[in-house]
């Protein structure tokens, strides 16, 4: 079983839906972080939390510790939207990044 | 644009090869991360090094080396390539010795592919 697990692993949305993708882990973290991966291959972090809630524009992040559980929103998807997004997790017991394996999201026009 | 260069974007070569890959991390940022992402893997840490140290290895193969030199730009060295090595390599900085204190930024990586 893989340390850190997402779903779903693909996603097709309409434009304008409401998009969630969950990410849950097994070991301890001290961080985790979002990534969007765009078709191209280039990688942008979205976001680092450790705890609560983050928002950037239409994207918030939120992560239970407790729980071992994260999740990304899109509002108001858009075709732009289109990418892999990926968990990360920075495991207590080290300075490195564990990953999922990504959830392709397509959003159709 | 994170500010992260690296280079070449493309590389392709023969299989008992050696390659250097090569990144210049953001300005002010001191931690350099080394990354491999292959289509039945994923992405995986290799090794980190900050402000001139070797500070973290993960699944780097011993065929694989890399440093860090004091303009802090980093190269990863690639030798004896095996036609499992055809990859994107990933470099990410950040400011801080650990990644969890200040936010990754990701290169546009090299794709290398070994024929």
């Known amino acids: 079983k893989n340390e850190v697990e997402q779903s779903p692993q693909n996603l097709t949305a309409q434009e304008g839906e409401f998009i969630t993708i969950n990410c849950s882990y097994s070991?301890?973290?001290?961080?985790l972080h979002w990534l969007q991966q765009h078709p191209g291959g280039g990688i942008v972090s979205l976001f680092m939390?450790?705890?609560g809630k983050k928002k950037h524009g239409r994207l918030i992040a939120t992560i239970n510790i407790q729980e071992k559980h994260s999740s990304l929103h899109i509002t108001a998807s858009h075709p732009r939207d289109s990418a892999v997004y990926i968990c990360?997790?920075?495991?207590?017991?080290?300075?490195?990044?564990?990953f999922g394996e990504g959830t392709q999201l397509t959003v159709n026009p | 644009d994170s500010g992260v260069t690296q280079t070449p974007k493309h590389l392709i070569t023969a299989t008992g090869q050696r390659v250097t890959l090569r990144c210049s991390p953001r300005?002010?940022?001191?931690?350099v991360y080394w990354y491999q992402q292959s289509l039945d893997q994923g992405l995986q840490f290799l090794i980190q090094?900050?402000?001139?140290?070797?500070?973290a290895k993960g699944n780097i193969l011993e065929r694989f080396s890399a440093q860090q030199f004091p303009d802090l730009h980093s190269e990863l060295n690639l030798s004896s390539l095996e036609l499992g090595d055809s990859a994107l390599y990933f470099c990410?900085?950040?400011?801080?010795?650990?990644?969890?204190?200040?936010?990754?930024?990701f290169g546009n990586g090299t794709r290398l592919t070994v024929t």
């Open positions: 990410a900085s950040s400011r801080t010795v650990d990644p969890y204190n200040s936010p990754l930024h």
């Open positions: 070991v301890g973290i001290s961080a």
């Open positions: 939390l450790s705890s």
């Open positions: 990360a997790v920075v495991t207590t017991s080290g300075s490195r990044l564990t």
């Open positions: 300005s002010g940022d001191l931690s």
């Open positions: 090094y900050y402000n001139g140290e070797e500070r």
